[in-house]
Each structure stands twice: as structure tokens, then as C-alpha cells.
């Protein structure tokens, strides 16, 4: 099993930075691809960035591209996702997720190729 771990959130106003840590433990050998999620009240969860281990690739939703950056640390254990110009809309409850086999592409966005999951971390973005 794999335990995954946000931390980082909190409010900030918008035009602001943060930066979200994922820590992974367990049987992070297995772990081929990291990503980010989020989750806004009355919405569905959409994909923000995700990094895969085969050659470090880097993938983004259009709505964060240019503004966030998804990086690797510590030997894989440990995936950020730093938030610049932040919005309003990016409001949102912020979920770590990892699987077991390398993405590429849209095969890196949908949730449901994920195996592991963390507990959220809040991002409020004032006006």
C-alpha cells in the first residue's frame, strides 16, 4: 500500500503564491505517475498536473497552464505543485494521487487510473 499526505494549503489572496506538498510512504516503488486534483463545492473533480516517471514528463489542464508547476523531489517520495497568479477559481479542495503504471498524455488525467489517493488539502483564493 501507498499513504499519501498533502500539506501547504490555506488562503491567500488572489494574484498569490502556494505551494502544496505531497508526501508518499509505503510501497512507493510501485508508484510510476503522481498527480493533482481538485475539487470545488458542487463540482466534479478535474485533473490540474500530473508527472510521470517515465522521463520526468509533465502534464497540465489548460486552466492552470502557465501558472502551476508539478515537480519531484527526494527520489519520487515526495511531488510539489506550485500555484502562481492564483484565482478565485481555483478554490478548491487539492487531492495528491498516485498509480502503478507510467501515463503519458489524457491517460494521465482521468482520476480514475489512479490508485492512491490523499486526504485533500484546502486552497481558498480571496478576491
Known amino acids: 500500500q501507498v499513504q499519501l499526505v498533502e500539506s501547504g494549503g490555506g488562503l491567500v489572496q488572489a494574484g498569490g503564491s502556494l505551494r502544496l506538498s505531497c508526501a508518499a510512504s509505503g510501497r512507493t516503488f510501485s508508484i510510476y505517475a503522481m498527480g493533482w486534483f481538485r475539487q470545488a463545492p458542487g463540482k466534479e473533480r478535474e485533473f490540474v498536473a500530473a508527472?510521470?516517471?517515465?522521463?520526468?514528463?509533465?502534464y497540465y489542464a489548460d486552466s492552470v497552464k502557465g501558472r502551476f508547476t508539478i515537480s519531484e523531489v527526494n527520489a519520487k517520495n515526495t511531488v510539489y505543485l506550485q500555484m502562481n497568479s492564483l484565482k478565485p477559481e481555483d478554490s478548491a479542495v487539492y487531492y495528491c494521487?498516485?498509480?502503478?503504471?507510467?501515463?503519458?498524455?489524457?491517460?494521465?488525467?482521468?482520476?480514475?487510473?489512479?490508485?492512491?489517493w490523499g486526504q485533500g488539502a484546502q486552497v481558498t483564493v480571496s478576491s
Open positions: 494521487a498516485a498509480k502503478r503504471n507510467y501515463c503519458s498524455g489524457s491517460g494521465c488525467s482521468a482520476a480514475i487510473s489512479y490508485d492512491y
Open positions: 508527472i510521470s516517471w517515465s522521463g520526468g514528463s509533465t
